[in-house]
């Protein structure tokens, strides 16, 4: 369906220009030209190539080039690098089947490129090497051919010809024999494989059994047969096989009569082969055979007039082919003729013909064009800066009539013809009558007495309509600069701003000096178009006066901008409006209200309708097409728009509904109703995807593309191949950041970096229109994955986390609570235990001495007294050893160890008992909790005391040291009496150290026998 369509729509612009071929003449073409100034990587282009996507692939001297009708893509070998195609000259190109480029080069074998792979991969190269039998045997290959199996054959320069199994990637030789050097292939009907050879004729190999057939007369270099060395070969639509030659002789073997015909030229006549070295052949729609000369450029055959038409370069005239050695044509699928040559390619595009470029004679100086008349003759006139121009209908010739007046030449800038037959020349010196038969002028009666419309000063008249003013019929013109004038022509006078009696500025509220045009409907009405003032109304009175129609920003039905160009009417009596910074404007006259045309430039001149309603422009050297009817708006690019600057000013349409725009010495006339849409909108096609300016070209083949979070810069480059000559423009759009669409003009990349997480589809579409009626898009999904940190487990995993760590924080406290209710219960306990027991002790201790007193047992009183005391000292020492432990100012140990030293050396000493503490120096630098702290010293405070009540010992020594970074073991040693263990009941010294070192989950362990002192052992861990 695919190539259906590519037919139709090749044939359907061929129809536009087919006529012409029929005619007796030589039909006009117009070639555009692609040089290295447009992109093109050499000016020497040897073979040319349109693939499925629509690219055109050249092949230079120095690179493969790909073009998608505006901008080039280079591709050039780099020694050393296996990732770049094989050589630089590039001789043949081949697309396969499954859309793989085989590229043949003159100076690196063949390469296969496939823009699938990575772009490390995405060229293969197949080089010869000398060492190795497998590899290609020869780097020079002239053409490349596949056949119906899909073998892959190959022309080379010093190996015959080469079959190449793209499965096995195994090179053949068939037909080792003859002539080494193959310079073209060909496949007939039969599956034959016809081999052009360099002085040995045509070989013929069959590719099904390989079996080869040769001419023996071709074993004898110096034979004089004929065409010894094929230069090209073609089989056409017909299935005849055509062959150029060194000897400069067309040949065609004729399948049907199975004969060899010949075509040269023999003797000087018109429509006949040119006698050349045809290099390549291409056919055409219609069936026209295009081909390329050596020496005589191009040549085409129209097989059902049986005419050859030549075309060379002409260095005199724009358009003509750029040189006459063609090395190559090629037609693409929309009928577009590309023609590679020495000096660039030349393009013939069918849809650009309708428009046929003009050269006036004379390029010493330029030529500026203001106006276009055609007569009832069909005589073509033109005024120009250097008078008139003059072609008579059916030449091709023009005649120059330079004008002059009292010594001052005339540059004629509008014609108007009376209802009377009186032709009339607005110039730059003032208003003519003009004989057209006697080339004569001649002013207006009493025109000297103007001096506004008289020599009018630096401008010209550039409007001309006829009307009624003071109930006198009158010619009004606009000497632009100069507001407007009128000649009476009864009274025979001119008024103008000079005439103070009837003070035209204010009687008819002239506000503009600028009036680029004064136009006259078929209904009689008068518009004004100004340059400061918008759209001027003519009032029609017995003296006219004017209204105008302003730019207001505040409403979106007035004018858009005030600088209007050009008015012509409209269907329905109403207004098509240019202005010259605001587009087209569409005016209902009835209702007084303006339509902003927003799709079309803003810089618009000339305006013209067409038969069926379609408004032409001129805007920015180019011409433009408003089809009101389906609101689509569409540029043709004009010949010569580059060198020149393009067409500018007004657009004239004669009585048959041709056309005419000027641009400098030249203009372009054309039939609108030929200009046709043959052609859908391209398609657009992603080349290529950057992440921070690396390839990774091979993710637009997947379905999305994932990218880390920080590969979040990446490119995307997109092209739409497109070669009908009207400007492509893009606009894209990245689902789920860009709000809406974002046109790019031609631009062909985009770039994003920054993106969040997530998912993304990136839109572009294209269009020839500026109607926004795009229907089609290419689209790529991008998915960046988020860091790991804003990913949704991460989420719920931190808040778990911090859910934990509340939790844990309000257990941590109702834990501090309970640790703290139990401190104080602890201390509560320990004061009701032990300052309780020892006040009832006291008090008892207070009774038994008060009786002792009563009974005057001194004695005995006095050892009470001393027993309460000792008590009360006892409680003392307990309580300020409680309010110690609990002070948070003594949590380290060095402080602990400290107070140990000053409560065992006195009580010791006291006893006549020597103590000994030593500890590591690293214990200093730790801390205990209260209740360790608590229990820590109260272990060591009962031990001491322990040992003064019962050891009966000389020495204590207390050792404390780290057994490890978490545990801390104490060992207390006495030289006293010693007790056997297993036979004596713990005390409640002994119970209690055990019961504290249980708190403090550690261990406790008593060593003692008779005779041998005592040692406790408590170890306990730390944080």
């Known amino acids: 369906m695919l190539l259906m369509n590519a037919v139709k729509i090749f044939v359907a612009i061929f129809l536009s220009v087919i006529c012409s071929f029929v005619n007796a003449q030589q039909p006009y073409l117009y070639f555009n030209k692609l040089t290295v100034q447009n992109g093109l990587s050499h000016n020497k282009v040897n073979c040319i190539l349109q693939d499925q996507r629509g690219f055109i692939w050249f092949g230079t001297d120095d690179g493969l080039n790909r073009y998608d009708g505006r901008y080039f893509t280079v591709f050039r070998h780099e020694p050393g690098n296996s990732s770049t195609v094989s050589g630089n000259i590039i001789s043949s190109l081949l697309e396969d089947e499954n859309g793989i480029l085989w590229i043949g080069t003159a100076d690196g074998g063949l390469t296969k490129y496939d823009y699938r792979l990575p772009a490390s991969k995405q060229f293969k190269q197949y080089k010869h090497l000398l060492n190795d039998s497998t590899s290609i045997p020869d780097n020079i290959i002239n053409d490349l051919l596949q056949d119906r199996k899909g073998y892959l054959w190959m022309a080379t320069g010093t190996k015959w010809v080469l079959r190449f199994d793209k499965n096995t990637e195994k090179f053949e030789m068939p037909a080792s024999v003859g002539t080494k050097s193959a310079l073209r292939l060909c496949l007939d009907r039969d599956n034959v494989l016809w081999v052009g050879r360099q002085g040995g004729g045509l070989l013929k190999v069959n590719t ?121 044509i090629f037609i693409d699928r929309s009928g577009v003729v590309w023609i590679g040559t020495g000096r660039g390619v030349s393009v013939y595009n069918p849809a650009q013909q309708p428009f046929v470029q003009t050269f006036l004679p004379g390029k010493s100086e330029d030529i500026t064009i203001y106006d276009f008349y055609k007569d009832e003759k069909n005589t073509l006139w033109i005024g120009t800066n250097k008078g008139l121009f003059v072609q008579s209908a059916g030449s091709n010739s023009f005649e120059q009539r330079p004008l002059s007046y009292k010594g001052h030449p005339l540059a004629v800038s509008r014609f108007f013809k009376d209802d009377d037959g009186t032709f009339y020349l607005g110039t730059n010196f003032s208003l003519f009558i003009y004989d057209r038969v006697k080339n004569s002028i001649s002013l207006l009666p009493n025109t000297e007495k103007d001096a506004v419309v008289y020599n009018i000063i630096d401008s010209r008249i550039v409007s001309i309509i006829k009307d009624t003013i003071g109930g006198h019929s009158s010619l009004v013109v606009s000497p632009y600069g100069h507001y407007l004038a009128y000649y009476d022509l009864v009274d025979k006078k001119w008024v103008s701003r000079t005439d103070t009696l009837l003070n035209i500025l204010e009687r008819f509220n002239l506000r503009d000096n600028l009036l680029r045009k004064i136009y006259k409907t078929k209904e009689g009405e008068i518009w004004l178009a100004t340059a400061k003032s918008g759209l001027g109304v003519w009032q029609k009175k017995s003296y006219p006066s004017l209204s105008y129609l302003r730019n207001d920003p505040a409403s979106d039905k007035s004018i858009s901008n005030d600088n209007v160009y050009d008015i012509v009417a ?27 045309i927003s799709s079309t430039n803003n810089l618009l001149e000339g305006l013209q309708t067409d038969e069926v309603g379609n408004v032409w422009m001129v805007s920015n050297g ?35 509904g041709n056309m005419y725009v000027a641009g400098s010495n030249y203009f372009i006339c054309f039939k609108p109703g030929a200009v046709r849409s043959l052609v859908k909108e391209p398609r657009v096609y992603f080349t290529d995807f950057k992440i921070f300016n690396t390839s990774y070209g091979e993710l637009l083949q997947e379905k999305s593309a994932r990218l880390r979070y920080d590969q979040n810069y990446f490119t995307i480059n997109f092209s739409a191949p497109d070669f009908y000559g009207t400007p492509v423009e893009y606009s894209y759009m990245l689902e789920g950041f860009d709000k809406d669409w974002i046109d790019a003009g031609d631009r062909n990349t985009v770039s994003y970096s920054n993106l969040d997480g997530g998912n993304y589809t990136f839109k572009v579409r294209t269009s020839h229109k500026k109607d926004n009626s795009h229907s089609q898009y290419a689209a790529f999904n991008i998915r960046v994955i988020p860091p790991f940190w804003k990913q949704f487990w991460f989420f719920a995993l931190c808040a778990m986390a911090v859910a934990g760590a509340v939790y844990t924080i309000y257990r941590y406290r109702i834990n501090e609570l309970l640790k703290r209710q139990a401190i104080r219960n602890k201390i509560a306990q320990d004061l009701h235990d032990n300052v309780g027991s020892t006040l009832s002790s006291i008090s008892v201790y207070s009774q038994v001495a008060k009786i002792y007193h009563q009974q005057k047992k001194y004695d005995e009183l006095q050892g009470t007294l001393e027993k309460i005391g000792s008590t009360s000292s006892d409680m003392i020492s307990e309580m300020s050893d409680i309010v110690w432990t609990i002070n948070p100012r003594h949590d380290d140990l060095k402080q602990i160890l400290e107070r140990m030293q000053s409560f065992a050396s006195p009580l010791l000493a006291a006893k006549n008992m020597q103590f000994d503490l030593e500890y590591d120096e690293e214990l200093e630098h730790h801390s205990l909790n209260m209740e360790k702290r608590k229990n820590f010293y109260m272990s060591f405070k009962e031990a001491i005391n322990n040992a003064v009540k019962y050891s009966e010992a000389t020495l204590v020594k207390v050792e404390i040291k780290l057994t490890d970074p978490h545990h801390i073991k104490m060992i207390i040693t006495d030289n006293g009496k010693g007790f056997d263990v297993h ?38 861990p730390i944080p």
């Open 570 to 596: 409209g269907t329905q009596d109403n207004l098509w409006i240019s202005t010259y910074g605001g587009g087209l404007n569409y005016f209902d006259c009835t209702g007084k209200k303006f339509r902003h």
């Open 208 to 328: 099904k059994d390989l079996s080869f057939e040769i001419d023996k007369r071709y074993s004898d270099l110096y034979a004089k047969v004929p065409h010894a060395t094929v230069t090209s070969l073609f089989r056409d639509g017909n299935d005849n096989i055509w062959f150029g030659s060194w000897d400069k002789v067309l040949y065609r073997f004729n399948v049907d009569t199975k004969t060899e015909e010949v075509f040269q030229q023999t003797a000087k006549e018109n429509y006949a082969f040119p006698n050349d070295e045809i290099q390549d052949f291409a056919e055409d729609g219609a069936g026209r055979l295009w081909m390329g000369g050596r020496y005589f450029g191009l040549t085409i055959y129209d097989k059902k007039e049986n005419r050859f038409f030549n075309y060379r370069y002409d260095v005199s005239r724009e358009g003509t082919i750029a040189d006459n050695h063609i090395n190559c």
């Open 622 to 656: 180019n011409l433009h097409r408003y089809d009101p009817r389906v609101n689509t708006y569409l540029s043709f690019m004009l010949p010569d728009l580059e060198k020149s600057g393009g067409v500018k000013g007004n657009i004239y349409k004669d009585t048959d």
């Open 983 to 1020: 036979q004596h009941r713990k005390g409640n010294g002994i119970w209690n150290i055990d019961y504290r070192a249980r708190e403090m989950k550690g261990k406790f362990e008593v060593k003692s026998s008779p005779g041998n002192g005592t040692t406790l052992v408590l170890e306990f």
